[in-house]
């Protein structure tokens, strides 16, 4: 959900997440943010009848760049008198504030609505390629005025900042609830009574997937939090599900008729990017062969020791996966520790991805040695990192207790058991 085309030094929210710890947690803290906003802020004045106004919700598509992946929706106010159109979005933050990047690391982000003409919108979105669709809504214009005295008085400077969410309070929600408030809570009510098949994990793996680095880090940094199921109402932080949504949304009119929300949809822009996968990848098959051929090449050139070539491989192999999971244990460690980000707190993965991994660099490192044995302390160290890894799978046993990673298990346990398993045989032949 991208719209940033405002507000020197300011971006917007596409709806979802990156952050300075590293590149897991910055994809997850960029899940709905986007480019540097360029022009300037736009707040109509009041006054307008309720039969002078039109209100719409506009989606716009998903770009090609990470930050795009997850579309972007606004509120457009058209104002027939004084020959405006407006669009509200939730989705801008600015650079410039006080520790920025610290806050957005620990997961207190300050974000701001905005108000943007609409052509201007328009002029950057067919410059990237997206799509917009128009929806127009069966509001009374009592609720006109009320939406747009709110969306006046949410853009003012005093009341534009709101603490963002990723999954619970993005550019969709806060388009979503500005709706409910003129609807008296219809939208929520209908939406918090339909379940769904998804879950966080789910739609933001699916929307970012393209991306192969985002999407795989973005599911390694999900914790079990992310795939509890979702009813619509928390399925709508996705801004095209939120559009399909109001398509099935049925409303009163004044006369206490029923009525469908949506009254006419227009495309006002066609876009020639990919439109998001229906599924995220199903990943388990590639790690599996993966995991199984790292671990088969691990005990392969540890069995040919004798070979300075094959001593050297083992070493920087072994050396370079324990760096990467050690690293990536301890970003996942700091975000479930120090920071606000709540769907990569608990993440079972810190027993695959385990720091204590990089206790044993010393021990690969040396393993280049011809004549090298690992220390008994390192060997013991093996079989805890192999034993939590292990401790992964028998959580998936346990009732109430499911992560969807069943792809990283396959991924990181074999290269794990295959350095136990050389551990214990250079350990062997030492004492033979």
Same mark, same amino acid.
């Given at each position: 959900m991208s719209l940033g085309h405002r507000h020197p030094g300011a971006s917007r929210d596409p709806g979802k997440p990156r952050a300075a710890l590293s590149i897991l947690l910055l994809l997850l803290l960029t899940l709905f943010t986007t480019l540097p906003a360029r022009a300037q802020e736009l707040i109509p004045a009041s006054g307008s009848s309720g039969e002078a106004l039109d209100i719409s919700v506009l989606t716009f598509g998903p770009g090609t760049i990470y930050w795009e992946r997850f579309g972007h929706d606004a509120i457009l106010v058209r104002d027939h008198e004084r020959g405006t159109a407006v669009a509200y979005n939730y989705g801008m933050f600015d650079f410039n504030q006080k520790n920025f990047m610290l806050n957005f690391a620990r997961g207190y982000m300050l974000y701001r609505m905005g108000a943007d003409r609409l052509e201007d919108d328009l002029d950057l979105y067919q410059y990237e390629g997206r799509w917009v669709?128009?929806?127009?809504?069966?509001?009374?214009?009592?609720?006109?005025?009320?939406?747009?005295?709110?969306?006046?008085?949410?853009?003012?400077?005093e009341n534009r900042q709101y603490h963002y969410d990723y999954f619970l309070s993005n550019c969709s929600t806060k388009v979503r609830d500005a709706l409910d408030r003129v609807l008296g809570g219809a939208l929520n009510r209908q939406l918090e009574t339909t379940p769904t098949k998804t879950s966080y994990r789910f739609e933001?793996?699916?929307?970012?997937?393209?991306?192969?680095?985002? #999407?795989?880090?973005?599911?390694?940094?999900?914790?079990?939090?992310?795939?509890?199921?979702?009813?619509?109402?928390?399925? /709508?932080?996705?801004?095209?599900?939120?559009?399909?949504?109001?398509?099935?949304?049925?409303?009163?009119?004044?006369?206490?008729?029923?009525?469908?929300?949506?009254?006419?949809?227009?495309?006002?822009?066609?876009?020639?990017?990919?439109?998001?996968?229906?599924?995220?990848?199903?990943?388990?098959?590639?790690?599996?062969?993966?995991?199984?051929?790292?671990?088969?090449?691990?005990?392969?050139?540890?069995?040919?020791?004798?070979?300075?070539?094959?001593?050297?491989?083992?070493?920087?192999?072994?050396?370079?996966?324990?760096?990467?999971?050690?690293?990536?244990?301890?970003?996942?460690?700091?975000?479930?520790?120090?920071?606000?980000?709540?769907?990569?707190?608990?993440?079972?993965?810190?027993?695959?991805?385990?720091?204590?991994?990089?206790?044993?660099?010393?021990?690969?490192?040396?393993?280049?040695?011809?004549?090298?044995?690992? /220390?008994?302390?390192?060997?013991?160290?093996?079989?805890?990192?192999? #034993?939590?890894?292990?401790?992964?799978?028998?959580?998936?046993?346990?009732?109430?207790?499911?992560?969807?990673?069943?792809?990283?298990?396959?991924?990181?346990?074999?290269?794990?058991?295959?350095?136990?398993?050389?551990?214990?045989?250079?350990?062997? /032949?030492?004492?033979?």
């Open positions: 669709q128009e929806q127009k809504l069966n509001l009374t214009p009592a609720q006109r005025v009320a939406l747009s005295d709110f969306l006046r008085w949410n853009a003012r400077p933001a793996v699916r929307l970012i997937s393209p991306d192969l680095l985002a #999407g795989t880090s973005m599911d390694l940094a999900l914790s079990p939090i992310a795939d509890r199921p979702m009813n619509a109402l928390q399925q /709508s932080f996705v801004p095209m599900v939120l559009m399909q949504q109001l398509r099935q949304i049925k409303i009163k009119d004044a006369d206490g008729k029923e009525q469908p929300l949506v009254r006419e949809e227009v495309r006002l822009l066609e876009g020639h990017v990919p439109e998001d996968p229906a599924r995220p990848p199903d990943w388990r098959l590639p790690f599996l062969l993966i995991g199984l051929g790292l671990a088969a090449l691990l005990v392969l050139l540890n069995h040919l020791r004798a070979n300075l070539a094959a001593r050297i491989g083992f070493a920087t192999l072994a050396t370079a996966w324990s760096l990467t999971c050690g690293v990536c244990g301890l970003i996942l460690a700091a975000a479930w520790a120090v920071t606000q980000h709540w769907a990569i707190w608990h993440n079972e993965n810190l027993l695959l991805t385990n720091p204590l991994c990089l206790l044993l660099l010393p021990t690969w490192i040396l393993s280049v040695r011809r004549q090298w044995w690992p /220390s008994l302390w390192a060997h013991r160290l093996n079989w805890t990192i192999a #034993g939590l890894a292990l401790a992964a799978v028998l959580l998936r046993l346990l009732p109430g207790c499911y992560q969807g990673n069943l792809p990283w298990i396959l991924l990181v346990l074999p290269p794990h058991l295959a350095l136990l398993y050389s551990s214990r045989t250079s350990l062997k /032949s030492r004492m033979a």
